[in-house]
């Protein structure tokens, strides 16, 4: 509880930087069982018109989890987490995944959080409730 006693809302959380990487949309299709060829096949990506492969959408989300839990460090957990999901996302892309508190409330804190890539174009936003151990 340590951490919350110091929040306050307009406190931004520290950015987690991520670059996707082939390896890594293989992985995650091996462990996700989304084996779509838009994440995985360069030509058929660019057959239907996406220009080359995209990241999973729910990769680029679980880069924004980390991003939070890194900052929690096992002081409190996420209780709730929704994004929009607004731009494609591509190997070698550079994501900045940010947050800000937007509402303390008695034992957790609403944030605001996005994912932007290095055009500064948003790539998912959506918030999260921190629910911090008593």
């Known amino acids: 509880m ?3 006693a110091v ?6 959380i520290p950015e987690r930087v991520w670059i996707p990487t082939d390896m890594q949309l293989r992985q ?3 462990a996700s069982g989304d084996y779509n ?10 057959q239907v018109g996406l220009g080359g492969v995209i990241a999973h959408g729910m990769l680029t989300m679980a880069q924004v ?7 929690l460090n ?9 994004v929009r999901f607004q731009n494609m996302v591509r190997p070698g892309d550079t994501i900045h995944c940010t947050g800000v508190i937007k509402e303390k409330l008695a034992n957790a804190v609403v944030c605001d959080v996005k994912a932007l890539n290095q055009k500064s174009m948003e790539i998912i936003a959506g918030s999260a409730v921190i629910t911090f151990k008593d």
């Open 28 to 30: 995650y299709a091996e």
């Open 7 to 12: 929040l306050q809302a307009g406190a931004s």
């Open 74 to 82: 096992g002081e409190g957990s996420i209780s709730q987490f929704e």
């Open 37 to 46: 060829p838009i994440h995985l096949d360069e030509k058929f990506a660019q």
């Open 2 to 4: 340590e951490k919350f």
């Open 65 to 71: 989890g980390a991003m939070l839990t890194q900052w």
